[in-house]
């Protein structure tokens, strides 16, 4: 509050001055002051002829007391003229309602340096210290419908409320304000019948930028002021949207998209980078027109050839598990660093079921042996048309046709190929047609299962001679044909391998199990081809028990650590249990991992939490905006100037007047 004086008109208070104080002054120079007098003798008229000097200007002015107050009384008609106002903050009524916004958008630095929550927790203190005697206030920190709660009951004890005030801490969750206003009327107890006996209402004071999601369901019964927080020049480039999936055709490619927006007054260009577990794998351009520019704007800024270009796409390639995070780089033009990024968690591989169906294969049973697969396990072929249905991720038919295939999954098939796919071994009659003395002519060296191998010196004795489809991919070429095809139908994957390897010198080289090793991971990547989906900030992810079990039976607790440190979970002793709410944006881990949870991404990704335009009208349009913070008003003092100064002051003249009074 600021008790300095301002003026509204001092031109007019100027010009009156000029007139009326030598207007005033004149007339006390030019007045006769003659009075009757009784005289004995004509010496006493030298006296009276003294007066007629008067008549001549310019004369030495005499001490007047009726002339000292007539020009104090003109100075306060002047000054009251000239309108002096001052800022005035006048204090919350007997029933105050604090209810302060700790969204993710109040976390953004405005010029001042300050965040908005900063700001807001300033100006709530400062009424707590204009508040009356006999007053009391509550205090209520709002963002989504969970994340509302009252910090300080209704309480006289200041000290309190400024504690509470200062107790409240920043999250990255949305805004929403009718969870509050529930809560405030609810502490009130407002009766409306005392409406009828003339009751003052409540103050209800909101601190935000006024961008609730739920501004058409508000509704409160109180006097509510609305302040706005923050700056309608800030500026934010936010990262708003986020996808990633794998590439059915490449499984080991994983395909990101991402969305950015600029919530600032002036186009801005901004380098977005990929990155993989912090490894920089890529990084592109945009540039970003103003979110709020019109139609007209956006033309007239194509028009000049700055065509805007806010998405950007990458292709990375991930075998294991991995974090994936996608970051635009531009702090210049950024006020908010929550929605600067965004992750998204790649699960590792499946531990997969692996069933080999053979009449006797030494290598290939070690092979499938040392892949530490789930359930490794192996059987004849008649046991395998025996046994149904099938629960495995992964069947090898090594040098045996099956009457059938599931209708899902992954195979390998040495020597064979599978019935009832477009994939078809050449036949000469009813046989099938046989190559003889082949060596590898050329193989795709980047494919995830080749990667890495050299199939130079690999002979193959006797094969079959295949045929490819359009859904074929040949992996290695052969000279006299393919010998190994990536072969996709409908939710099948076969890997069909156009020898028996006991044909071949391959199992007696290195790169026999390392392509094994390879087919199994590109096959268990195939089978979970989805990425974990991120979450928003405040979300309590539930974890199964069933998923507890797997961990440690006897599992009492777990640590959770992330953005805002690390803290211990006690863990029930029956039923799931949820995790408690992820206030903050970023990367989640827990300790003992526990499967589908070892890593969790919470992303903000909201548009209307990155506009850190702060809204000038109250929320819900319910209540007036109080502008200039801490609820400021203007205070005219010429009106006490009349009243209390001028007005006693023309009683005092006219006293003096009219008893002859001098100095």
Not at 143 to 152: K, L, R
Request: hydrophobic residues 45%; aromatic residues 6%; glycine residues 6%.
């Amino acid at each position: 509050m600021s008790w300095f004086p301002q003026f509204l008109n001092p031109l007019a208070a100027g010009i009156a001055a000029a007139i009326a104080i030598p207007a005033l002054l004149a007339l006390y120079f030019l007045k006769l002051r003659r009075q009757e007098r009784s005289v004995a003798s004509t010496l006493l008229w030298k006296k009276a002829i003294q007066d007629l000097q008067v008549n001549a200007p310019f004369q030495k002015l005499r001490r007047n007391l009726l002339l000292l107050l007539q020009l104090f009384l003109l100075a306060l008609l002047i000054l009251a003229l000239s309108r002096p106002v001052v800022s005035y903050a006048p204090p919350p009524g007997q029933t105050t309602v604090i209810l302060i916004d700790r969204s993710a958008s109040m976390s953004a630095k405005d010029a001042d340096g300050r965040t908005r929550l900063d700001e807001a927790k300033r100006r709530a203190e400062a009424l707590i210290d204009s508040m009356s005697r006999g007053a009391r206030a509550m205090v209520i920190a709002f963002a989504d419908d969970s994340g509302t709660q009252t910090v300080q009951p209704f309480t006289q004890d200041r000290s309190s409320l400024r504690s509470a005030i200062e107790s409240i801490m920043p999250t990255d969750r949305k805004s929403q304000l009718k969870v509050a206003y529930q809560l405030a009327e609810a502490q009130m107890n407002y009766n409306p019948e005392q409406l009828r006996e003339n009751r003052e209402k409540p103050d209800v004071w909101v601190y935000s930028d006024g961008r609730v999601l739920d501004a058409g369901e508000l509704s409160i019964r109180g006097n509510v002021r609305y302040e706005p927080i923050g700056s309608v020049k800030t500026g934010n480039l936010a990262v708003v949207a986020l996808s990633a999936r794998r590439n059915y055709e490449r499984p080991n490619e994983v395909q990101v998209f991402a969305r950015l927006a600029n919530f600032g007054t002036e186009p801005a260009d901004a380098d977005v980078q990929i990155s993989v577990d912090g490894d920089v794998r890529s990084v592109a351009s945009t540039y970003l027109i103003p979110e709020r520019w019109t139609d007209a704007e956006r033309k007239s800024a194509e028009d000049a050839g700055r065509l805007a270009k806010d998405s950007v796409e990458f292709t990375v390639e991930m075998t294991t598990a991995g974090v994936i995070k996608v970051q635009q780089m531009n702090r210049t033009a950024d006020a908010l660093s929550a929605d600067d990024s965004a992750e998204v968690v790649v699960p590792p591989p499946r531990n997969l079921a692996v069933l080999l169906v053979t009449n006797g294969n030494y290598f290939l049973e070690r092979a499938v042996n040392s892949l530490g697969a789930q359930k490794p396990d192996v059987l004849l072929p008649a046991g395998y048309e025996s046994r149904q249905p099938l629960e495995y991720d992964v069947v090898i038919f090594d040098s045996y046709t099956p009457k059938f295939v599931p209708p899902a999954g992954s195979f390998i098939s040495f020597g064979s190929v599978p019935p009832g796919i477009k994939l078809l071994a050449a036949k000469s009659g009813e046989l099938p047609m046989e190559v003889n003395d082949v060596e590898v002519l050329d193989w795709k060296r980047d494919h995830p299962i080749l990667r890495g191998l050299s199939l130079a010196k690999v002979f193959v004795a006797k094969g079959l001679r295949l045929l490819p489809a359009l859904e074929s991919e040949v992996l290695v070429e052969g000279t006299q044909g393919p010998l190994i095809v990536l072969h996709r139908e409908g939710r099948q994957t076969h890997l069909v391998v156009s020898f028996d390897v006991m044909q071949s010198n391959w199992p007696l080289r290195m790169s026999f199990p390392v392509f094994l090793h390879g087919a199994m991971q590109f096959l268990a990547i195939g089978s979970d081809m989805d990425v974990r989906q991120s979450l928003p900030p405040g979300a309590s992810p539930r974890i199964s028990r069933a998923n507890i079990q797997r961990v440690d039976p006897n599992l009492k607790s777990i640590r959770l650590n992330g953005p805002a440190g690390s803290r211990e979970v006690d863990i029930p002793e029956t039923g799931d249990f949820a995790l408690p709410p992820l206030d903050k944006v970023g990367l989640y881990t827990i300790d003992p991992p526990i499967p589908q949870f070892e890593q969790i991404a919470v992303n903000l990704l909201d548009p209307n939490e990155s506009n850190l335009l702060p809204l000038n009208v109250a929320p819900g349009d319910i209540g007036e905006v109080v502008q200039g913070g801490g609820g400021k008003a203007r205070l005219e003092l010429w009106w006490w100037l009349v009243a209390c100064a001028a007005l006693p002051l023309l009683l005092i003249e006219w006293w003096v007047h009219t008893r002859r009074v001098h100095l």
